[in-house]
């Protein structure tokens, strides 16, 4: 005679599955807490940029890129250290450019004043600022032919901000309304963006660009 198999008993399975239960749901918190991390990472990046851009225009009456002493302003050794602005109150060009335009010499004005943290070299690779995701953070003008349509002076954008966490980042920094008011999403290419709407809804697997008013 074969001998007997034993089984598993109900009561065993039941632990079983309470346990996998257990450790699914601690996945799911620490993944809920790791995103609340990251939304706030995000939404200091849109409150600490434009301190520093006042701090800059208090110390020298001037915007930082459009800075036309900056020279004199930030280069103690009398050399030209930094790429001077056109000083005309504002700072010229897209927000992702990547190079000979004030929003991009902006960054490199701001650490050669001690006022961020990075490289003051416009050819370093590391120049250029990112978000918690990897995405490119930059400023410029604000108005209808600003990045978004968003008005004010000035627009802080972040690019490749997770769909998931479009909604909650604006619920923190504007209205939740990511299609209207100080802050808008925007899906597609940086410099063509589409921004969500009626006919372009928010898709948490996409990728986003975030755009706020300072």
Same mark, same amino acid.
């Given at each position: 005679m074969? @001998?007997?198999?034993?089984? #598993? &008993?109900?009561?065993?399975?039941?632990v079983v599955?309470?346990?996998?239960?257990l /450790?699914l749901?601690?996945? /799911?918190?620490?993944?809920?807490?790791? !995103?609340?991390?990251?939304?706030k $990472? /995000?939404?200091?990046? #849109?409150?600490?940029? @434009?301190?520093?851009?006042?701090?800059?225009?208090?110390?020298?009456?001037? /915007?930082?890129?459009?800075?036309?002493?900056?020279? +004199?302003?930030?280069?103690?050794?009398?050399?030209?250290?930094a790429?001077? *602005? !056109?000083? $005309?109150?504002?700072?010229?060009?897209?927000?992702?450019?990547?190079?000979?335009?004030?929003t #991009?010499?902006?960054?490199?004005?701001?650490?050669?004043?001690?006022?961020? *943290?990075?490289?003051?070299?416009p &050819?370093?690779?590391?120049?250029? @600022?990112? $978000?918690? #995701?990897?995405?490119?953070?930059?400023?410029?003008r604000?108005?209808?032919?600003?990045?978004l349509?968003?008005?004010?002076?000035?627009?802080?954008?972040?690019a490749?901000?997770?769909?998931?966490?479009?909604?909650? %980042?604006?619920l923190?920094? !504007?209205?939740?309304?990511?299609?209207?008011?100080?802050?808008?999403?925007?899906? *597609?290419?940086?410099?063509?963006p &589409?921004?969500?709407s009626?006919?372009? @809804?928010?898709?948490?697997?996409?990728?986003?660009?975030?755009?706020? +008013? %300072?």
């Amino acid at each position: 005679m074969s @001998p007997r198999q034993a089984g #598993f &008993t109900l009561v065993e399975i039941a632990v079983v599955l309470l346990i996998i239960g257990l /450790l699914l749901s601690g996945v /799911l918190k620490g993944q809920a807490l790791l !995103d609340s991390a990251r939304v706030k $990472n /995000l939404a200091q990046d #849109f409150a600490s940029i @434009p301190a520093l851009i006042h701090a800059y225009q208090d110390k020298y009456r001037a /915007l930082p890129g459009d800075d036309g002493a900056a020279a +004199r302003h930030l280069c103690l050794d009398g050399s030209a250290c930094a790429a001077a *602005g !056109d000083g $005309n109150g504002a700072i010229d060009g897209s927000w992702h450019a990547e190079g000979g335009t004030e929003t #991009f010499h902006l960054w490199q004005h701001l650490r050669l004043a001690e006022l961020a *943290g990075g490289s003051t070299t416009p &050819t370093d690779p590391g120049y250029l @600022p990112r $978000n918690a #995701f990897g995405g490119r953070i930059g400023v410029q003008r604000g108005g209808d032919a600003a990045a978004l349509g968003i008005p004010g002076s000035l627009v802080v954008c972040s690019a490749g901000i997770p769909g998931k966490l479009v909604h909650q %980042l604006d619920l923190g920094v !504007d209205d939740g309304d990511p299609t209207s008011g100080a802050m808008r999403a925007a899906s *597609g290419e940086i410099a063509a963006p &589409t921004l969500v709407s009626a006919t372009n @809804p928010l898709d948490e697997a996409g990728s986003y660009t975030v755009c706020a +008013r %300072l």
